[in-house]
C-alpha cells in the first residue's frame, strides 16, 4: 500500500459514496422525465429509448399551462426577492446604526415572532384576506397580489435579521466620518451603505427568492385558479391530484423548474454559504 | 451618482408625488373597506396613511423613516395573525361554533323550520307585485292560483293569468317577473311570504316555493329560544350553545365562538383523547428533529474531513454534493415520495424487497429521517468545511508533536472546537427541523395512521403537521385547540432559540 492510497483511499471513497447518495434521486428524475411510460419505476439504469414526449406535452397540452406557472413563479418570486430586500434593509439599517427608544424590544419581538410556527397562523391570515376580497377583490383572497403581499410580510422578519447582521460587521468609523462631514442618515444609508451592501443584499434576495419559489402551502390555498397557480403547486397536480400519479411530465417539470435555481445557487454558493456564516464582505 | 443628482427640491418632489400617490391608493381602499364594514382593517389603513405622511413629510422621526414600512407590512401579515390565533387558543373555535352569537341566532332561527303534514310545495313565479316581492305560486294539481306577498295571500282568477302548458301561471296582471338569473341574489330568496296562520311560504328552488312553519322562537329578554311544538325551552349553556334547560346534553345547532378561557390547555393534559397523541407525536418531533441534526452533521462533517484535502477531483466532488441542498425541496420531497412507493418505488426495486415503507410506521420513519438527510447533509458539509479552515493548524500541530495520534486530535481538538463554532447553527437547525411541516406533509402526510377511534394522530406527524391536521383537517376542525398546540409549539421553539442566541451571544450587542 503506497502512501498516497493510505492517505487518500478513504476520503475519495468517502466521496464517491455520498455523491452517488445525491445524485441517485436527481438521476431517476431525469430518466424518468425522458421515459413515455410516466412511471417512477426503474426498467434499466441507462435508458434505452429517449422520448422527449414528456416535454412536449408541458409545452403544448393545452390543459397544462405549464409556461404561465413558471412565469407565475419567476414573477412572484423576483418581486417578494426584490421588495422584500428593499423594505428589509432599510429597517435593518435602522436597528442597526441609528438609536432610538424601544430599539432593543424591537429586536426581541423580531426575533420571537419568527419562532412562531407561520403555517399556524394560516387560518388568521386566510380570514385576513377573506374580509380583504369583500373590499378590495384585486388584492384578497385567490389573488396573486394577495399572496405576494403576505410574502412580503412573512419574509420581513428573515430579511430584517439577517442584513442586520451584515450592517453590524460593517465597520462604524465610515458612518461617523460621513455624520462629521455633515451628512444626515438618510444620506448615509444611500451613499455609505447601500453601495456597501450591494454584494450581501443580493444575496439575501437571492435567498428570499429561492424560499418563495419553494412556498407551496400557502400558495396552494390561495391560489385556486389553474392559470394563476405557481409551478410548484401545478406540478404537484400531477402526482397528488387529478392526473394522479403521472411520473414523467412532472419529473421533466421539476427539471426545467430547477435548472435556473440551482445554476445561480452553484454559481453564487461562495457568497451564499459565507454571507450567512461568517457576515462576508468586507470593508 | 444617481442618488447625489437627485438632491434638494426634486427629491422632495419626488417624495412627494409618491407620498400622495401611495396615500390617494390608501385612502381608496379605507373608504370602501369601511363601506364593506370590515372596520378593523379601514382603522388599519387610516393609521397606516397617518403615519406615512407624518414620517415622511416630517424632519423628526428619522428612524421611523427607514422601518415604517416593514412594520406596516409586518403587523397586517405576521404580528396580527400571531395575536389572532393567540386569542384563538381561548375560545372554542371549531366546527360546529364558527360564527357569532348574533349569526348563530339567526342561524338558529332560519333552520328551525319544518313543513307541514303533506310537505306542500308550488310551482312558483319570483317577481313584484305593485312594488312588492311576490311569489305567483300555482296548484296545478287543483288549477287553484295565488300571489304571496310577505303581508298578503291573494287568489286569483285564472282567466286573468298566462297558463302555460304543464298548468303553471308565468305571469299576472301587476306582477312582474324577476330575471330567473337575479332571484338568487335578491332579497326575496330569504323572505317569508305569507300563506296561512302559522304556515309561510318561502322559495326553495328557482321554481319551487315550500310550505314552512317556525318550531323555535327566540325570546330576546331571557337570551333564550322556546320551542312553538313541545314549549321546551333552550338557554345558553356558557359553552358556545344553546341547551334545552331540562336535558343539558340536548343542544341547538349551530353553535357560536365563546372565550373558554384555559379549557383547550387544560384539554392538553386532561382529555385523554388529546392528551395520549399529543404526548408520542411530541416524542417523536423530538426524536425526529435529533436524529436529523445528528444524522446530518455526522455525514457533512465526514465529507468536509475526507474533502478537507485538496486531493484530485475534489471541486467536482463539491459541485455535486451542494445538488441536492440547490434543488428546490418541495420537487425533492415528492420524488422521494415516489421512490419509496411499494409496488413501483425503484427503493424497493433496488433492494429487492416488497416493503410497504409508508405503511408500517417504522420503515415509514427512516424513509422520513433519509430524506432529510439527504436535503441536509450538503449544508452541514458546506458550513463544517467552512468552519474546520477556522480552526487555527498551530493547535493541530501542537497536539501532534506532543504525541497525539490523529483519531485523538480529532476527537479531544477538533470535533469540540467545531461543536462549540457550530452550536448556533445546530440548534437553528434543531429549530427549524422541529417544524419542518413540508417534509411530512409532502412525504408521508403524516402517516401510517392508526385508525383506532377516530384518532388522527399518524406515526411520522411532528407537532406541527399534527396541529395542521386539527386545525383543516378533514374531520372535526378544532381551530382553538390547534391555536392552543400552536401557543405550546411557539413556547417551545422560542426556548430553544433563545438558548441558541444566548450562547452565540447576538443579542450582546443591544445591552
Known sequence: MTKWLRENLWRHITGVIMCLFALFPLYLVVITSFNETGSLKITSFIPTDISFANYRLLFTDERIPYMTWMKNSLVIASFVAVTSVVIGAASAFAFSRLKFKGKRAGIQVLLLIQMFPAILALSAVYVIMERVYTFAPGIGLGTQAGLILIYLGGAMGVNIWLLKGFVDSIPTELDEAAKIDGATAVQTYWLIFIPLAAPVLAVVALLSFIGTFNEFILARLFLVDMESRTVAVGLQQFIGGQFSENWGPFAAGSIIASIPIVIIFLSLQRYIVSGLTAGSVKG | ?511
Open chain 2, 1 to 511: 451618482m444617481l442618488t447625489t443628482l437627485i438632491r434638494g427640491k426634486v427629491a422632495f418632489v419626488i417624495k412627494a408625488i409618491s407620498l400622495a400617490l401611495i396615500t390617494a391608493v390608501l385612502v381608496m381602499l379605507t373608504q370602501s373597506a369601511f363601506a364593506q364594514e370590515q372596520y378593523a382593517i379601514a382603522l388599519f389603513l387610516a393609521i397606516a396613511i397617518i403615519l406615512l405622511n407624518y414620517t415622511y413629510f416630517s424632519k423628526k422621526r428619522v428612524p421611523l423613516k427607514f422601518f415604517l414600512p416593514g412594520i406596516l407590512l409586518l403587523t397586517a401579515f405576521v404580528i396580527t395573525p400571531i395575536l389572532y390565533t393567540v386569542v384563538m387558543s381561548t375560545y372554542n373555535y371549531r366546527t360546529g361554533n364558527y360564527i357569532s352569537k348574533e349569526q348563530a341566532i339567526e342561524r338558529i332561527k332560519a333552520l328551525a323550520v319544518e313543513s307541514d303534514a303533506n310537505g306542500t310545495a308550488f310551482d312558483i313565479v319570483v317577481g313584484k307585485f305593485r312594488g312588492e316581492f311576490a311569489l305567483l305560486a300555482s296548484d296545478i294539481n287543483n288549477s287553484s292560483y295565488f300571489i304571496s306577498t310577505v303581508s298578503d295571500r291573494i287568489p286569483l282568477d285564472p282567466e286573468s293569468l298566462e297558463i302555460d302548458e304543464i298548468g303553471v301561471a308565468q305571469s299576472a296582471p301587476d306582477f312582474i317577473p324577476l330575471p330567473p338569473g337575479k332571484v338568487s341574489s335578491s332579497k326575496a330568496a330569504s323572505l317569508r311570504f305569507k300563506y296561512e296562520g302559522e304556515y309561510f311560504l318561502t322559495i326553495e328552488s328557482l321554481n319551487v316555493g315550500v310550505v314552512l312553519r317556525q318550531t323555535l322562537e327566540y325570546l330576546q329578554p331571557t337570551d333564550q329560544f322556546r320551542s312553538l311544538i313541545t314549549g321546551a325551552l333552550y338557554s345558553d349553556n356558557g359553552n358556545g350553545n344553546y341547551a334545552n334547560v331540562d336535558d343539558r346534553e340536548e343542544i341547538l345547532e349551530p353553535g357560536w365562538r365563546d372565550p373558554a378561557w384555559f379549557t383547550n390547555f387544560a384539554r392538553l393534559v386532561q382529555d385523554e383523547r388529546v392528551r395520549t397523541p399529543l404526548f408520542s407525536v411530541f416524542i417523536w418531533t423530538v426524536v425526529f428533529a435529533s436524529l436529523t441534526v445528528v444524522t446530518q452533521f455526522a455525514f457533512g462533517l465526514l465529507l468536509a474531513l475526507a474533502l478537507n484535502k485538496p486531493i484530485r477531483g475534489r471541486r467536482i466532488y463539491r459541485s455535486i454534493l451542494v445538488l441536492p441542498y440547490a434543488m428546490p425541496s418541495i420537487m425533492s420531497i415528492l420524488i422521494w415520495g415516489g421512490m419509496f412507493n411499494t409496488e413501483f418505488g425503484a427503493i424497493n426495486e433496488i433492494i429487492g424487497r416488497q416493503i410497504a415503507w409508508f405503511q408500517d410506521p417504522t420503515f415509514a420513519r427512516v424513509a422520513v429521517i433519509l430524506v432529510n438527510l439527504w436535503l441536509g447533509f450538503p449544508y452541514f458539509y458546506l458550513v463544517c468545511s467552512g468552519s474546520l479552515q477556522a480552526i487555527p493548524s498551530e493547535l493541530l500541530e501542537a497536539a501532534a508533536i506532543d504525541g497525539a495520534n490523529p483519531r485523538q486530535v480529532f476527537r479531544r481538538i477538533t470535533l469540540p472546537l467545531l461543536l462549540q463554532i457550530l452550536s448556533p447553527l445546530l440548534i437553528a437547525s434543531f429549530a427549524f427541523n422541529f417544524n419542518n411541516f413540508n417534509l411530512i406533509y409532502l412525504l408521508t402526510g403524516g402517516g401510517p395512521k392508526q385508525q383506532l377511534d377516530g384518532e388522527i394522530a399518524g406515526a411520522t406527524d411532528i407537532l406541527i403537521s399534527y396541529t395542521y391536521q386539527i386545525a383543516f383537517g378533514s374531520n372535526i376542525q378544532d381551530l382553538g385547540l390547534a391555536s392552543a398546540i400552536s401557543v405550546i409549539i411557539f413556547i417551545i421553539v422560542a426556548s430553544i432559540s433563545l438558548y441558541g442566541v444566548k450562547r452565540s451571544k447576538v443579542l450582546e450587542s443591544f445591552s
